[in-house]
């Protein structure tokens, strides 16, 4: 800014210079305004977030299903499916261990939490620094995994195909509640999280095991524990499962039916007599997203194989 | 050596996940200092002021108050190995702690609920004051403090605070559990000006403090009945020194969890660079404390950015070495 001097001759030039800067506004103004149209062609595409951070394994599947990938520019560590997602997009950490500088850095316009999400300290400073979150309920239930799907596509400007999407998960969820009507005998069904030295760690009331197995229409063993819990070896025999139930273990190790049965809690049990373990990928088992009623179907055929479960119709449905 | 922390200090506000020019952190600084608040807008200025700011303090606060109660316990035990980690204190604060994490839901109701802030600090300093009276009855016969009796008495006490943590860790739900874990690594993230506020209050008389117990702690080298002859209150210095402690300690881990070895390394080196003399040794602990953590966190949050590691896998990882090679290197064997 040029000071004002007190010089007649400066005082003359003074406006002449206004005048043109006026000018110039004006012609940008009205070139701008030209351009407003086009803006307005597309109102959706100006409201979506275009540097979303997704915290929670089902956010991002969510929104990789809805085809948003391209606006995500940070996931965190439960991320995991599809597998791109944690190759592609930065890693901002565990869900339940978030930094909040970290989180900024990636100068998002929106921050999508799942519940439980945290520190608490983390997440209201995301909160104080004015960057929009949007907390998504977490929910096992039928009802709540569509409207989960439904909150999601809400907050990201993609309100319908999220509720095409929710629309087919509920007609899923449905066509698997008839499946499950058609169930005369309900079987036991043991999760068994994991076996770390001879401790069989198992998944009660509660747990996300537990939902999984009353979606496929099994009975929980464990349904007198709470949460994810050791189990006893004689409460394992007295509960009498039908089926093991375990996550399949990608990078390592896995159980082998023989290794398990040999193992006293499991040897006489109904399950150990038909050497009935079902393993099946952890995200996918225990994810609460659009895939769920397809792997309680995929849960349902294991526990009941004589009963030839058929795929979901709308398996393959757009 | 105060220099160093200032720079460390600086070093730290400057540095972050965010790349915010030193120029523009100046700027923000000396705006907030001056009041000028015009230049006062945007997120870098959030970043600065609300994240970073909070955070170092923290960590300078942490830092000289445990270092300073490892320094005062080592002191008051007239041991080296007295640390609050080692004897069970932080044990003690951390079970607190963990009990307003994990039953907090189910006890605390209406108005308490809303004071998360008050009850876990208060919470953890009871703990830390039970443990360490506890410990000090224990070890303490006819006034005289056997050392080794304090050292199995506190590891006997950290393993059945560890136990009751255990415990709890058992009956908490999924959620409590990772809560429980995260914070047993320690973090300074999350801080903010309202956890500073419950902490600066009380190290900072700590800090303050340490010119009346320098002199008595010097005289208890000799031996508390020699000191007592000397003069010095003795019983007086003592109770300071414990209820310091346990403040300190249950403050400083209440507000950013379990941070190990700070201590016990930091007195120690301190030791090794000016002497066991108090007057020298408390002062100096809290700054060398108050570096080894700030900068602890730099690392912390840079090395695995956007996310971040706990701070306690920091500390440990430098402190546990340290610690080890200070064994070694001793000619003789250690007298406990």
């Known amino acids: 800014m040029v000071a004002r001097s007190a010089h007649p001759a400066d005082w003359h030039r003074q406006p002449d210079r206004r005048e043109l800067s006026a000018a110039i506004g004006l012609t940008l103004l009205a070139v701008g305004s030209l351009l407003l149209p086009a803006g307005f062609a597309s109102p959706a595409l100006g409201q979506m977030p275009d540097r979303i951070v997704s915290v929670g394994g089902v956010i991002t599947e969510v ?82 995994v569509a409207a989960k799907i439904e909150a999601i596509g809400g907050v990201l400007g993609a309100a319908e195909p999220a509720g095409r999407l929710a629309a087919q998960t509920r007609a899923r969820f449905e066509e ?80 082998t039916p023989d290794e398990l049965f040999a193992m006293p809690a499991f040897a006489e049990t109904p399950a150990a007599k038909q050497k009935r373990l079902t393993t099946m990928d952890g995200l996918y088992l225990l994810g609460f997203g659009p895939r769920t009623p397809l792997a309680a179907r995929d849960l349902m055929a294991a526990i009941y194989p004589e009963a030839a479960i058929p795929p979901l119709k709308t398996a393959n449905a757009p | 050596m105060a220099l ?11 540095q972050g996940a965010i790349a915010i020019p030193p120029g523009r952190v100046a700027e923000i600084l000396w705006a907030r200092l001056t009041g000028d608040t015009g ?27 445990l270092a300073v109660s490892g320094a005062l316990m080592q002191g008051l035990f007239r041991n080296p190995l007295a640390d609050p980690g080692l004897v069970g204190v932080s044990a003690g604060a951390g079970l607190a702690a963990a009990a307003t994490i994990v039953l907090g839901d189910r006890f ?21 004051l039970i443990s360490t009276l506890v410990l000090y009855l224990i070890a303490t016969r006819e006034g005289r403090t056997s050392v080794a009796t304090m050292l199995l008495a506190g590891v006997a006490l950290g393993a059945l605070a560890g136990a009751m943590t255990g415990l709890l860790a058992f009956i908490s739900d999924d959620r409590q559990l990772r ?20 902490i600066a209050p009380i ?76 007057r020298l040794l408390l002062p100096l602990s809290a700054l060398g404390g108050a570096i080894l953590l700030v900068g602890a966190d730099i690392v912390a949050r840079l090395i695995v950015a956007p996310a971040e590691l706990p701070i306690g896998i920091v500390t440990a990882a430098i402190g546990a070495p340290f610690f080890l090679w200070l064994l070694l290197r001793r000619s003789g064997p250690l007298d406990v």
């Open chain 2, 179 to 198: 809560d429980l874990t995260f914070w047993s690594m320690g973090s300074l993230g999350g801080a903010s000006w309202t956890k500073l506020t419950a």
């Open chain 2, 203 to 278: 190290v900072i008389p700590l800090l303050l403090a340490m010119p009346l117990l320098a002199r008595g702690l010097n005289g208890l080298m000799l031996g508390e009945a020699e000191a007592y002859h000397l003069g010095i209150p003795v019983q007086r210095i003592k109770a300071l020194a414990i209820l310091l402690v346990a403040l300190a300690v249950g403050a400083s881990v209440a507000s950013a969890g379990l941070v190990g070895f700070v201590g016990i390394v930091v007195p120690h080196l301190i030791r090794l660079a000016v002497g066991p003399d108090h």
């Open chain 2, 108 to 128: 605390l109701t209406g108005t308490l609920m809303k004071l998360p802030f008050a009850v876990l600090p208060f919470g953890a300093f009871c703990g830390g």
């Open chain 1, 176 to 255: 698997l509640a008839t499946l499950k009507q058609a169930i005369a005998q309900k079987r036991r069904v043991l999760f068994v999280l994991s076996l770390q030295n001879g401790r069989v760690l198992v998944g009660g009331r509660n747990s996300s095991a537990d939902a999984i197995i009353a979606h496929a229409g099994g009975i929980n063993v464990a349904d007198g524990i709470e949460g994810y819990k050791t189990m006893t070896d004689e409460a394992i025999m007295a509960g009498a499962p039908d089926m093991i139930l375990m996550m399949r273990n990608s990078s390592s190790h896995n159980t």
């Open chain 2, 4 to 14: 160093g922390c200032l720079v460390l200090t600086l070093v730290a506000i400057g």
């Open chain 2, 39 to 65: 230049l006062l807008e945007g997120r870098d200025v959030l970043v600065v002021l609300n994240i970073r700011l909070p955070r170092v303090l923290l960590g300078l606060l942490v830092g000289a108050g």
């Open chain 1, 63 to 144: 929104i990789y299903a809805l085809g948003l990938q391209d606006r995500v520019v940070g996931v965190d560590s439960t991320s995991q499916f599809p597998a791109d997602a944690l190759r592609d997009k930065a890693n901002v950490g565990y869900v339940r261990a978030l930094s909040a500088e970290g989180v900024l850095s990636l100068k998002p316009s929106l921050v999508m939490v799942i519940d439980g999400a945290g520190p608490p300290g983390a997440v209201s400073l995301l909160n104080e620094s004015g960057v929009r979150i949007a907390r998504i309920p977490d929910d096992t239930s039928a009802a709540g």
